[in-house]
């Protein structure tokens, strides 16, 4: 994953998310609260650069207080592509299993995709 913090890539990926709306609405918001200053310390990932599958917003894990907090352990992701959600909710360098977090989206799948993965490394999920 690969973090955005240029302005001129942040706000192209505003305008591309802008298409796409309402799907685009969880993750849109934090793209342009961290183009505009961000002030809450929050991060925009996507999985590669200008052609993404995944977008990824959370808050900075330095700003992760407590483990066991899911609701500051928020996740919001847009995805194109389901095996770019798959590789990503399988992979452990953006999403820690180490603390309990939730994940924001409006996409169809995206709960059964959630719960493809975690089956299968017999994670709990609700």
Not at 4 to 22: D, F, G, I, V, Y
Not at 29 to 38: D, I, L, Y
Not at 115 to 124: C, I, M, P, T
Request: glycine share 8%.
């Amino acid at each position: 994953m690969q973090i955005l913090r240029c302005p001129a890539q942040l706000q192209l990926l505003e305008e591309t998310l802008r298409k796409s709306l309402p799907t685009t609405l969880p993750v849109l918001g934090t793209v342009m609260t961290v183009a505009r200053g961000n002030p809450a310390s929050h991060e925009v990932l996507v999985d590669s650069w200008p052609h993404f599958g995944i977008v990824l917003t959370r808050l900075r894990p330095q700003e992760h207080r407590d483990p066991r907090d899911y609701y500051t352990n928020q996740l919001a992701v847009f995805y194109r592509d389901k095996g770019a959600l798959q590789a990503l909710l399988g992979g452990a360098e953006a999403v820690t299993r180490a603390r309990a977090f939730q994940i924001l989206g409006m996409q169809d799948g995206l709960d059964k995709a959630v719960q493809e993965v975690a089956s299968a490394r017999g994670l709990k999920v609700e």
